[in-house]
C-alpha cells in the first residue's frame, strides 16, 4: 500500500463522508428504496429550519450555519476519508440480487427515474463533501481557494485517484458558503467497490448505461487534483453574473450576509471545464474498459441541460405507461430532493423534474408542458432553497406550472408555504404522492433497448445525445 493511503476498512464510514442533502446522496437513497418497493417516508430533514422562518434574515442565516456544522466534517476528518468506502457504502444500499443492467454517472433524479423504470441500480461517479471553514466569509473567494487547496492536499493523500473540484457558490449556498466549504470528489477510474458490484450482480451481457451531465464552467485548475468553481450552472446565473460589478452577485451577497466590496475573483485557467457534476474521463475509460472485458454493452448518454433530460424522461415514462394499459395523463413537478420514484411507478404518474427553484429550471418544465399532450392532472412539488436569489422562480410561475392541469391543478401548499426561505424534507414528497390514487400492477420492467429509442426519439431536439 503507497504511504499515505487509507487501509481498507478503515476511514470514516461514507454515512459519515458524504455531505446530508447533497443530491447524489439522496437520490441513491430514492432509487435504493424505490427497487425494494419502498417509498421515501424515512428520508428526513438534516436542517430543520422552519421554526426560523418568520425571524430575521440575520437569525435564519446564523441558525443555518449552526446547523450545517453539525453534519460537516472537520478539517483533520478530511484525512480520514477512504472514497473506496464511500463506494461501498453506496453499492451496499442495494437489494442483493442480480440486475438487469445498471445506470451510472451524473447525479439527476431523471436517471433515478430511468433505473427504477429499468429495474436497476443507479450509482453516482461522483460524492459531495461539507468541510468546516472556521474564519470563513462569503464574500471571500481567495480565501476560500485557499482553504480548499489545503483540504483538498489531505484528501488526495490518501486518495490519489479523485479529483476534487471545489465550487464558492454564494447563489446557491448562501451563508454556508461563508461557514463550509463544497468538496465534490469525482472518481478519475471505476472504483473497486463499484467494479466488483457490477461483478457480482449484473446479470450475463447486461448493459451499462452512463449519463453525464455536459455543462461547462470556468475553472481554475492546477493540475494538482483539486480545481476551483465561482459559482455553478445550478445557481440560475451566469458566469459574468459572479463578476465584481454583477447587480446580481451584489443581490447574492447583500442576502447571504456579505460584502460586494471585497469580492475577488481568483484567476481562471479554464473557460469551459465540465462543472462539478461533470464525470471524469477517467471514469468513463473505467467504465468502458469494464464493460469490453466482461462483454457488456456501455451506452451513453449527455445531456446539454438537466431540463433536456427531465422531458425526454418524462415522454419516455407516458409512454411505458401507456404500453401497460395505463393513461399516463398525470403528472408530477419535482423539485430537487422533493420526489419518490417509488410513489410515482404505485401511482402510475409521469415524473417530471426540476434541477432546483430558480426561473431556469422552471421555464424548462413549462416549455415541455406547452409543446405536450395535456395531461389531466398536474401536482407541482416546488422545494424551497432556504434562501433567497434573484435567480429565484416566484409562487405565480410555479403556480403556472400547476395551470397545465386539465382537471387538476396543484401547488403543494405545505411547500409553498414559507417559500423561498423555509425548507420541507425529502418525505413531503412521499406524503402529496401517497394521496394519489393506486394505479396497480406497475408496469413491467422497461427493456432497455426501448428506453434508448425513446431518449433519442424524445431527447435529440433537445440536444440530448445518446450512442
Request: a positive charge.
Amino acid at each position: 500500500m503507497q504511504e499515505g493511503l487509507t487501509a481498507e476498512g478503515a476511514g470514516l464510514a461514507g454515512d459519515r463522508v458524504v455531505a446530508v442533502g447533497s443530491t447524489a446522496r439522496v437520490l441513491v437513497a430514492a432509487a435504493a428504496r424505490a427497487l425494494r418497493g419502498v417509498d421515501c417516508a424515512d428520508l428526513g430533514q438534516a436542517m430543520p429550519l422552519s421554526r426560523f422562518t418568520p425571524a430575521p434574515e440575520s437569525v435564519r442565516r446564523a441558525a443555518a450555519a449552526r446547523a450545517a456544522g453539525r453534519v460537516a466534517l472537520t478539517p483533520a476528518q478530511t484525512a480520514e476519508v477512504d472514497a473506496e468506502r464511500v463506494g461501498r457504502w453506496i453499492v451496499d444500499q442495494y437489494p442483493r440480487r442480480r440486475y438487469a443492467g445498471v445506470v451510472l454517472g451524473s447525479p439527476h433524479a431523471a436517471a433515478v427515474h430511468l433505473a427504477v423504470a429499468l429495474g436497476v441500480p443507479w450509482l453516482p461517479a461522483a460524492f459531495e463533501m461539507t468541510v468546516h471553514w472556521t474564519r470563513g466569509a462569503v464574500d471571500q473567494p481567495r480565501a476560500a481557494l485557499d482553504h480548499g487547496a489545503a483540504l483538498a492536499a489531505r484528501l488526495l493523500a490518501g486518495n490519489p485517484d479523485l479529483h476534487v473540484r471545489q465550487v464558492h457558490c454564494p447563489a446557491s449556498r448562501g451563508a454556508l458558503a461563508g461557514t463550509t466549504v463544497s468538496l465534490t470528489a469525482r472518481w478519475q477510474a471505476l472504483p473497486l467497490a463499484y467494479a466488483r458490484f457490477l461483478a457480482d450482480r449484473l446479470e450475463p451481457n447486461a448493459p451499462l448505461l452512463l449519463v453525464r451531465d455536459a455543462r461547462t464552467w470556468p475553472v481554475q485548475d492546477e493540475g494538482r487534483g483539486h480545481s476551483f468553481q465561482l459559482g455553478c450552472p445550478s445557481s440560475g446565473l451566469e458566469p459574468v453574473d459572479f463578476h465584481p460589478d454583477s447587480h446580481a452577485l451584489r443581490q447574492v451577497l447583500r442576502s447571504a450576509g456579505g460584502d460586494g466590496a471585497r469580492w475577488e475573483p481568483p484567476e481562471v485557467s479554464a473557460a469551459r471545464e465540465h462543472a462539478e457534476q461533470g464525470v471524469e474521463v477517467g471514469f468513463e475509460v473505467g467504465v468502458r474498459q469494464w464493460a469490453q472485458r466482461r462483454r457488456h454493452a456501455l451506452h451513453q448518454v449527455l445531456f446539454p441541460q438537466p431540463a433536456a433530460l427531465s422531458a425526454a424522461t418524462a415522454d419516455l415514462y407516458r409512454r411505458w405507461l401507456r404500453a401497460a394499459g395505463k393513461t399516463g395523463d398525470r403528472l408530477v413537478v419535482e423539485c430537487g430532493r422533493l420526489l419518490d420514484p417509488w410513489q410515482v411507478v404505485r401511482a402510475g404518474m409521469v415524473p417530471y423534474w426540476c434541477e432546483n427553484a430558480t426561473r431556469r429550471s422552471v421555464e424548462g418544465v413549462e416549455w415541455w408542458l406547452a409543446g405536450s399532450e395535456p395531461f389531466s392532472s398536474v401536482d407541482v412539488l416546488p422545494e424551497s432553497p432556504g434562501m433567497r436569489s434573484p435567480a429565484l422562480a416566484g409562487l405565480p410561475q410555479w403556480l403556472a406550472v400547476a395551470a397545465f392541469g386539465r382537471r387538476r391543478r396543484a401547488l403543494d401548499r405545505t411547500a409553498a408555504r414559507g417559500y423561498p426561505v423555509a425548507s420541507v424534507p425529502t418525505r413531503r414528497a412521499t406524503e402529496v404522492l401517497r394521496g394519489q390514487p393506486y394505479d396497480l400492477p406497475v408496469p413491467p420492467p422497461l427493456a432497455v433497448d426501448d428506453a434508448l429509442a425513446g431518449l433519442r426519439d424524445g431527447g435529440a431536439p433537445l440536444g440530448l445525445a445518446v450512442f
